[in-house]
């Protein structure tokens, strides 16, 4: 099974990447134990070897579903639901994981394909540093601006930005939100 769906993620991948990923052979997986907002869903870690034991490779691919908005929007333009995962992914990343694809299974199920690496970075909340509001405030606008550019990466960044005008309305109407979000959290806590 695993074969046939490694088989359908490399089909979706360019010339290039196919050739990239032929250098590997499978030695083995396993599953992995997702996040919250993906219980209930199948992902496996899967080792791969090139020349010698210290070339690996391990790819994960994640089950996914058809898109929460579908119900408000219609179906996705994609008939599978892993390569909607995928150009998603390619719109809003400057650069994406190379070897990024999707397959099927012969379970049904749609997957994504991806490089398990984890270049995740954090603020360290418990770090008795003096400066600890500074780097807060840091780690903030550094959240703020990837996610105002991946949004101006799919959108007309024109249009945004006529939109917003040149004045604080937008700016405080987005504080004022996430400070009432924030409120909303605490006593939800």
């Given amino acids: 099974q695993l074969r046939s ?9 360019s010339d290039d990447r196919r050739e990239l990923v032929s250098r590997f052979r499978f030695v083995d997986f396993a599953f992995k134990v997702v996040g919250v907002g993906s219980v209930g869903t199948r992902c496996c870690i899967v080792l791969f070897e090139g020349t010698d034991i210290d070339d690996v490779l391990f790819l994960q691919f994640k089950q996914a579903g058809p898109s929460v908005l579908e119900t408000f929007l219609g179906p996705s333009q994609y008939a599978n639901s892993g390569r909607r995962v995928v150009e998603g992914q390619h ?3 400057a650069a994406s994981d190379i070897f990024l694809g999707w397959g ?8 994504y394909f991806r490089q398990l690496r984890d270049m995740k970075g954090g603020f360290e909340i418990d770090s008795t540093s003096e400066d600890r509001g500074a780097g807060l405030a840091d780690y903030g ?13 799919t959108g007309d960044a024109v249009a945004i930005g006529a939109y917003l005008g040149r004045g604080d309305r937008f700016d405080r109407a987005v504080t004022e939100f996430a400070l009432t979000y924030a409120d909303q959290n605490e006593r939800d806590h």
């Fill in 5 to 13: 769906m490694y088989d359908s993620y490399v089909a979706s991948l």
């Fill in 91 to 93: 719109l809003t990343q």
């Fill in 104 to 111: 099927s299974g012969p379970d049904g199920n749609d997957y």
């Fill in 141 to 153: 606008r550094l959240c703020g601006w990837s996610l105002a550019r991946a949004h101006a990466r």
